[in-house]
């Protein structure tokens, strides 16, 4: 069990996908806690929070080297949680967060 949390540690991509858990089905228990309004949660955590964590996954893929599936974690995740809660135009923004972590992840190409 040991040697399974030392390989889990060492995997970025497991970095990625509970950041990605946390912005996706946290956050929005957090802004419901402090009773922030809908229109803060959208404004501030799916436009603002999320579309910088979308390009920092871009960026953060292409300087270590990680493999391209991991641009499309944190957008699977958003669909998922979409599909259960939110209203329509989540799968929209999700195809943003993938544009978006697809250019960055370009843009850094040496």
Same mark, same amino acid.
């Given at each position: 069990? !040991? *040697?399974?949390?030392? $390989?889990?540690?060492? @995997?970025?991509?497991?970095?990625?996908?509970? +950041?990605?858990?946390?912005? #996706?089905?946290?956050? /929005? +228990?957090? =802004? *419901?806690? =402090?009773?922030?309004? !809908? @229109? *803060?949660?959208?404004?501030?955590l799916f436009f603002?929070i999320n579309i910088?964590?979308?390009?920092? +996954?871009?960026?953060?893929?292409?300087? %270590?080297?990680? @493999? =391209? %599936? *991991?641009? #499309?974690?944190? /957008? &699977?995740?958003?669909?998922?949680?979409?599909?259960?809660?939110?209203?329509? %135009?989540?799968?929209?923004?999700?195809?943003?967060?993938?544009?978006? @972590? &697809?250019?960055?992840?370009?843009?850094?190409? $040496?």
């Amino acid at each position: 069990m !040991k *040697n399974l949390w030392t $390989e889990i540690k060492k @995997s970025k991509t497991t970095y990625i996908a509970l +950041i990605s858990v946390i912005l #996706v089905f946290i956050m /929005p +228990i957090l =802004f *419901n806690l =402090f009773h922030l309004g !809908k @229109s *803060n949660r959208i404004i501030f955590l799916f436009f603002i929070i999320n579309i910088l964590f979308a390009g920092f +996954i871009g960026w953060f893929s292409k300087k %270590y080297a990680l @493999s =391209f %599936y *991991n641009l #499309v974690i944190f /957008p &699977v995740i958003f669909v998922i949680s979409v599909f259960v809660k939110y209203g329509r %135009y989540g799968y929209f923004l999700a195809g943003i967060y993938l544009i978006l @972590s &697809v250019l960055i992840y370009f843009l850094f190409d $040496e």
